[in-house]
């Protein structure tokens, strides 16, 4: 497998440094495709990524590697370099993985390196910064190509055999005078169409754009909708500035995909390239506080039905069963919730079929978990013949409530425009661990008086 593959490369690259054969191992990387080097470099630890990546003596090809590295990789190997031998690398590859790179850095070297670099990349990538990171401007590439509407298609195709500039070639884009988009014509579509016909005539009028604003999310789910390896973003004046192609979109997803599990664990997704503890704990301690607060309140829920407690003692072994079950139940709603609502797979206008949805769900599965729990309760304790029925219609209870409510907070988080994956784990759990405490000690009073 290619995983094999690399992990031997990795292994071979080691022995033959350990044994003093510079030039074999450097033999071995220029082999590599940039990307899997980038990947090697990826599980060395940092000083071994720095000295690995120093053997790259061609600048294009270390430029390249670089490009591929991941944010962590690329940020140490280019914490130590100096401005003006980062912006020779960045001199080598595109203006919109310059920008990416330039991110990474803080702001007096990013300012350093800017100033250094020249024409052709500069002037492209000070365009690019000016757009959020995760906004289609941010993440498009300036290089498309773009013919005018009058030209013939025999002018358009000597047109596209001449051009060097464009990333890719996907898709040709049809633009007017002032460089409005107007149309788009796939290769295939001008490579068959007769030389004479012009752009305008054979061109597709109704075509998906995006502005330099839109989310880098709503481009991926533009992308993901209509199958489109490219996407054109224009200005608000509705003039082509650059375009998404499918690769970028695919790093928006991995990253997106990351970035939500990060914070529906409670924490950030820049714990990932941080080394220091301390930032690490001040990303995690909010919702940390958050929990211990919401847990104080669970422990006085509890403290409230103490004397019940003390007389029917059996309550208390099945308390962490019964707070446990709604705590799953939420996790597995919410994870699906929120998911569903990054991808654009559920529309949070439509919150009553979502919740009817989960209420069924809820009900189902606690029937199911009622059944067996207060089953086998009722045969293990039959000196209390009560507690089977209590802790079954508790558990019921307590999983359709939590079902319900594992959707009801990330959907109030929507509505007042916060990120939904906030609302998940952290506070979703330990707010049901309260619902699931009153339910079952208040089913027990009932039932018990």
């Not at 769900?361 to 199911?368: E, F, N, P, S």
């Amino acid at each position: 497998s290619q995983e094999q593959r690399l992990h031997l490369a990795q292994d071979s690259f080691r022995r033959l440094m350990r044994r003093g054969a510079t030039a074999h191992a450097q033999n071995l990387l220029e082999k590599l495709h940039a990307a899997d080097l980038a990947e090697i470099l990826r599980h060395m630890a940092e000083d071994e990524k720095r000295s690995t990546f120093g053997l790259i003596e061609n600048r294009v090809r270390a430029a390249q590697v670089l490009s591929e590295c991941d944010d962590q990789t690329a940020k140490e190997l280019l914490e130590p370099m100096e401005p003006k031998d980062a912006a020779a690398l960045f001199q080598e590859i595109d203006a919109d993985d310059v920008t990416d790179l330039i991110n990474l850095l803080p702001d007096e070297e990013a300012k350093a390196v800017l100033d250094i670099l020249q024409a052709p990349v500069a002037d492209p990538v000070t365009d690019l910064l000016q757009y959020g990171e995760e906004t289609a401007g941010g993440i498009m590439t300036p290089h498309c190509l773009a013919l005018h509407e009058a030209m013939t298609a025999g002018e358009a195709i000597t047109r596209v055999r001449k051009e060097s500039e464009a990333e890719t070639i996907f898709y040709i884009y049809v633009v007017d005078e002032g460089n409005h988009l107007e149309g788009v014509i796939s290769l295939r579509q001008l490579l068959l169409a007769p030389p004479e016909a012009t752009l305008k005539g054979m061109s597709r009028e109704d075509v998906y754009r995006v502005s330099t604003d839109t989310d880098q999310e709503e481009v991926a789910r533009l992308v993901e909708r209509y199958d489109l390896l490219a996407v054109p973003v224009v200005d608000p004046e509705n003039r082509l500035v650059g375009i998404v192609t499918v690769d970028d979109i695919i790093d928006v997803l991995r990253a997106e995909a990351t970035e939500d599990i990060l914070k529906m664990a409670g924490t950030h997704d820049e714990e990932i390239l941080t080394r220091s503890a301390f930032r690490v704990a001040r990303y995690r301690l909010p919702w940390l506080l958050v929990g211990l607060a919401v847990g104080m309140v669970t422990a006085q829920v509890i403290a409230r039905f103490s004397g019940l407690i003390s007389d029917q003692v059996y309550l208390a072994a099945f308390m962490p069963l019964i707070l446990g079950m709604g705590g799953i139940v939420g996790n597995q709603s919410v994870t699906v919730l929120v998911r569903g609502l990054a991808t654009g797979r559920l529309n949070p206008a439509q919150w009553i079929q979502i919740i009817w949805k989960q209420f069924q769900v809820g009900v189902l599965l606690g029937l199911a978990i009622a059944i067996l729990l207060g089953g086998v309760t009722a045969l293990l304790y039959t000196e209390t013949p009560w507690l089977g029925p209590t802790v079954g219609l508790a558990i019921l209870i307590g999983i359709v409530a939590a079902a319900v409510w594992s959707v009801l907070v990330p959907l109030a988080f929507t509505w007042l425009h916060i990120d939904p994956a906030v609302a998940t784990q952290p506070f979703v759990s330990t707010t049901i661990d309260i619902v699931s405490a009153l339910i079952y000690f208040t089913t027990a009073s009932v039932l018990l008086i």
